[in-house]
């Protein structure tokens, strides 16, 4: 019925949950894997900016190099976070889907396995703007904390709706 539920404790059978703690792993395991980081001035991508839907600049970077900018954000202007979608997880990061196995009961509960897996990791200046994805979404909180707003259906006459001119942050 298309009703958010909040399942609390779903995924702590996950590797990742102990072994993502904090950045000590990823920089131990992963620094030299070159990942790809998105950038913006503001913490805003994919996200209306006076006429424009901006786009992340993405920069190509050591993993150890992204997480120095995130423990130390000073080094470098801009924003920088992981945020890539269409199935980032499964394509640019492989090595970490046996630490965060499939959810047997949500692939049972949509009656298929999932269209794409993301991960993300950022800080609180990296802001997701409003939108509305096209499929059903199981969001799984690893380490922090993500605040989320979600609006009814019968919102949807007074969340305003244009479209934009696409650009990109440089």
Not at 143 to 150: F, S, Y
Request: aromatic content about 14%; hydrophobic content about 35%.
């Amino acid at each position: 019925y298309n009703r958010p539920v909040l399942i609390r404790h779903a995924t702590s059978h996950w590797p990742a949950t102990k072994r993502w703690k904090n950045n000590d792993y990823f920089r131990q395991e992963y620094g030299d894997k070159e990942v790809t980081v998105a950038v913006t001035p503001n913490g805003l991508a994919d996200s209306p900016v006076g006429d424009r839907f901006v786009m992340p600049e993405e920069k190509r970077m050591k993993f150890s190099r992204f997480l120095d900018i995130m423990e130390s954000p000073d080094i470098e202007p801009g924003i920088y976070y992981i945020q890539k979608q269409n199935s980032n997880l499964t394509e640019e990061f492989p090595e970490f889907l046996d630490q965060v196995p499939e959810l047997q009961w949500a692939s049972e509960a949509f009656g298929k396995k999932p269209d794409a897996i993301n991960f993300w990791l950022g800080d609180q200046r990296a802001v997701t703007s409003m939108h509305k994805d096209p499929y059903e979404n199981i969001y799984c909180v690893v380490r922090g904390h993500k605040d989320i707003i979600l609006h009814p259906p019968s919102d949807v006459p007074w969340i305003p709706y244009r479209n934009y001119k696409p650009a990109v942050f440089k």
